[in-house]
């Protein structure tokens, strides 16, 4: 049986998701800060937008992020993916994205990680160092207070990103690919998709966020966000990854664990002893 770890509640984001209004909000916000960053040639909000953006249009994990290369960026292999990489280096999976997220990534590569090599960090703190799991989780919590959505943490994001891709692909196999599961049971869970989401589900972007703006959209169409994934997944094998009953996975570095060894935290996640470590650490 899952362990709970007992942790004083605050204001908790109502849901196991975010809603269409939450997540305008939350866009909304970090938008702005982020332009008025750029206006005074400073980077925190830009990079924090940056966060914002990958967490809602990826699905990746928190540590994931962190583990991000500029070598697992599109331009850098010619494809509209990201390459995941696991705790030991090597590419576990590719993640589909859209033209527009893809674009976003190439320009903040330019501007603000000019000379980067290859197998540096997309994303570095304002010490200059690689992002660790706790830094983004403590950087989203504060960013969702100081939006007015409540507690707001990296695995509500990637659960709202599941819900809604699940709602537009309706194709279980797909959602578990872009997720990364092991098994299609826990993938089923984001098959509860809410009403209000709609089929529609266009690149979260494009009205609250500058960052997703494209300067080929000359005609003034934007492809969604299904027909993308709809393309890929027309042109792509979607192989299933199989299914695992004895192993659960550490929401927060994918690392797999035994079944029933992990501790839920009260975000809802499972994490692994050297998560939930360094969660306390911090």
Known sequence: MTKRLKTKRRSAVPGRYLSEAQLKKLLLYVSEKANLARQRGTTRAVVDELIILLLVNTGLRASEVCNLNIADLPPNHGENDIWVRG??????RVVEITSKMAKCLERFVKLYRKGA?????????????????MSLYSKVKNIG??????????????????VRLYNTVRDLRFVQKQAGHASRKTTAMYAEAS???G?????????????????DDSNGQVKTTKYIFQE?????????????????TCEA?????SAGTGTNIDSGQILCADCLNELRKG
């Not at 207070?145 to 599941?162: C, D, E």
């Not at 529609?200 to 300067?215: N, R």
């Not at 890929?232 to 659960?248: C, F, K, P, T, Y």
């Open 87 to 92: 705790t030991q280096g090597n590419v576990t």
């Open 145 to 162: 207070q100081k939006a007015g959505i409540g507690k707001l943490h990296p695995h509500l994001l990637r659960r709202t990103y599941l």
């Open 199 to 215: 089929e529609m589900f266009i690149a979260i972007d494009l009205k609250d966020s500058s960052a997703m703006k494209s300067e």
């Open 195 to 197: 009403s209000d989401l």
């Open 117 to 133: 090599k290859p197998n540096e960090p997309l994303l570095i703190s304002e010490r200059g160092k690689r992002f660790i799991y």
């Open 253 to 257: 570095c994918g690392k797999p664990i």
């Open 232 to 248: 890929a997944h027309n042109l792509r094998g979607m192989d299933s990854l199989g299914d695992s009953q004895q192993i659960e």
